[in-house]
């Protein structure tokens, strides 16, 4: 490997790193779809210290439109990372005891390598002449920045939804470097019903005229009204209708009566429409076509001869999977079936659905059912680990 620099930030009072590598300059990725690719910058965090045997890091991977900002304040919303929750001292996974560490994904706008980044060879943003992407290429490159951090084995892997994804990639392409892998609200292979919702969100995109046939960097525009209804159209997939109800119900926004017109009249719509015009602000439309493509495209099974199972086979990593009873983007069918292909080589598995009216969201909320299963299964992997008690 050539010698690699990287970029580091450090915030001594949160005890989080922010850095910037170069990776795969004189070895390439080869992406599953044939392209080989050099000089891939990965942007990460950490969060927390690596012990010296080097076996208390936690991979968390996160979900289509996170980033690698876990926890703490986030530096481009000012909000506090998609995961804290979760993730922090004294937390579940908790940052005194564990070294976490999160990427920006292949593909990304948040600092690695993605389409609205510079083609070295032509001087121009990517725009759609970046080669498409899988899970298993995003894990690839997450493969490649845990070398380069000098880490054998993780502890664990962690995700939710398309982070879960790449969990259980981990588990099957790298099996002997996981000792723990916890998949939450996810599936071996992405549904029909998934695959449409993705396009609505990608002709949303296309559609819209700033789009400029992926160009718009270099022509100064921005395809954010597309972009916006893209975002709305996932994010109703994201919740529940009893979530919904009891959060908005039919209440007008900032009305006594019904307009007769197409401004927001509801609460709900006015919520919708927030969620659009925030996330254009901090997400590519280029990345989002990328990565929605690549969940469509993953289904584990399809390189183990059409058999889930075979993935798995011979595997020592323990495995958690979760999933929420109203998850209907998710659903636990799905969850199940990673379970029975788990089951079907006699892996150590352990399966929770949590009883939650949140939806698919759930696992980025406050369920404490979730923590509290979540924390019994991190406690007993560490003890057979060798790592020291809470």
């Known amino acids: 490997m050539a010698e690699i620099h990287d970029k580091k930030t450090f915030d001594k009072e949160a005890n989080t790193h922010g850095f ?16 080989d690719l050099r000089d891939i910058n990965v942007a990460y965090q950490t ?25 703490d304040t986030h530096p481009v919303t000012g909000k506090p990372g998609w995961w804290s929750k979760l993730v922090g001292p004294g937390k579940t996974i908790d940052t005194n005891r564990f070294y976490v560490i999160c990427s920006n994904i292949l593909g990304g706008c948040m600092g690695t390598t993605g389409p609205k980044d510079i083609n070295l060879e032509t001087g ?17 490159v997450q493969a490649r920045l845990i070398d380069h951090l000098g880490i054998d084995q993780l502890f664990a892997t962690l995700g939710g939804s398309m982070g879960g994804m790449q969990v259980l990639e981990w588990a ?5 470097r996981v000792f723990a892998a916890v998949p939450i609200a996810t599936a071996a292979r992405h549904s029909s019903q998934n695959i449409a919702f993705h396009e609505v969100g990608r002709q949303a995109i296309v559609a819209d005229p700033d789009w400029c046939g992926g160009n718009y960097i270099s022509q100064d525009k921005r395809p954010h009204r597309g972009l916006a209804v893209a975002r709305m159209a996932a994010h109703i997939t994201y919740l529940s209708q009893p979530a919904l109800h009891r959060k908005f119900g039919r209440k007008l926004q900032e009305r006594d009566a019904i307009s007769y017109g ?7 719509e006015s919520y919708l429409r927030h969620q659009g015009i925030t996330f254009v602000d901090r997400f590519d439309a280029n ?104």
Not at 27 to 32: A, F
Not at 128 to 138: C, K, N, Q, R, S
Not at 262 to 268: K, T
Request: charged share 25%; aromatic share 14%.
């Open 20 to 35: 910037q590598v170069s990776l795969a300059h004189d070895e390439p990725v080869r992406l599953d779809c044939g392209v």
């Open 47 to 71: 969060y927390g210290r690596l012990n010296a045997e080097k076996s208390n890091a936690v991979l968390i991977c996160h979900a289509l439109t996170g980033d690698h900002f876990v926890t």
């Open 124 to 140: 121009r943003p990517w725009g759609l002449d970046f080669p498409g992407v899988t899970i298993a290429d995003m894990v690839s």
């Open 172 to 176: 099957a392409k790298f099996s002997e």
């Open 262 to 268: 197409f401004d927001a009249d509801f609460q709900v």
């Open 287 to 390: 990345s989002y076509l990328y990565t929605t493509r690549a969940m469509d495209y993953f289904d584990l099974s399809s390189d183990y001869n059409g058999v889930l199972a075979n993935a798995f086979k011979g595997t020592k990593t323990r495995f958690c999977v979760f999933s929420f009873t109203s998850d209907w983007l998710f659903p636990t069918e799905g969850n199940r079936e990673i379970v029975h292909a788990l089951n079907a080589v006699a892996a150590n598995v352990s399966f929770v659905e949590i009883e939650s009216d949140k939806g698919h969201d759930a696992f980025l909320l406050d369920e404490p059912e979730f923590f509290r299963v979540l924390s019994g299964f991190i406690d007993g992997a560490a003890e057979l680990r060798g790592l020291p008690r809470r």
